[in-house]
């Protein structure tokens, strides 16, 4: 299809990182995939974020996506689980860019506006409006429906982005 863009939303986690691939034509969306990265907590941090790292590479390799959505976190109380968090995040921040894909970053509650209509809208509703939006999505997980939330938001303020960029004006 002319003007299709792939996707990659990315919501990152040690245990499970979830991803979302999405199609954006214009101001349309189809699903393309979705799923979860997952590590083994017995393991070695280091090898955790090896096999973090070697799922989005094959990932990446496998869907061709042209941009990346990733959304922050939240720091954790706990200072030891919010390092490794951040640790975590580094690499699914990192691995799109090494493909030479660019990047965009998006906040909880912006990825929840862009998607329900208000920040403050909880995993369920999230997850509800996820599948509402791409039919026949099969969520499987929680980490997968917040990761095509996050590209869905990207999709919108890109398209938001190109329209600016074109001289639209709101009237």
């Not at 939303?9 to 349309?28: A, F, K, Y």
């Not at 499987?140 to 990761?147: C, G, H, K, V």
């Amino acid at each position: 299809m002319t003007g299709a863009v792939r996707l990659l939303g990315l919501d990152p986690g040690l245990q499970h990182t979830g991803w979302g691939m999405v199609e954006s034509i214009g101001n349309r969306l189809r699903h393309l995939a979705d799923g979860v990265i997952s590590t083994d907590a017995d393991q070695p941090l280091a090898e955790r974020l090896c096999t973090l790292h070697r799922g989005l590479a094959a990932l990446i390799e496998q869907w061709r996506p042209q941009e990346a959505a990733v959304e922050h976190t939240y720091v954790n109380k706990n200072p030891g689980a919010a390092l490794k968090l951040g640790q975590a995040r580094g690499v699914v921040l990192v691995t799109p860019a090494l493909a030479g894909i660019q990047v965009a970053e998006y906040q909880a509650m912006e990825v929840k506006r862009a998607v329900v209509g208000t920040g403050h809208a909880d995993k369920a509703q999230v997850e509800a409006m996820v599948r509402r939006l791409l039919p026949g999505a099969t969520i499987r997980r929680s980490d997968a429906a917040d990761a095509l939330a996050v590209a869905i938001c990207h999709a919108h303020h890109r398209g938001t982005k190109l329209a600016y960029a074109k001289g639209y004006v709101p009237a």
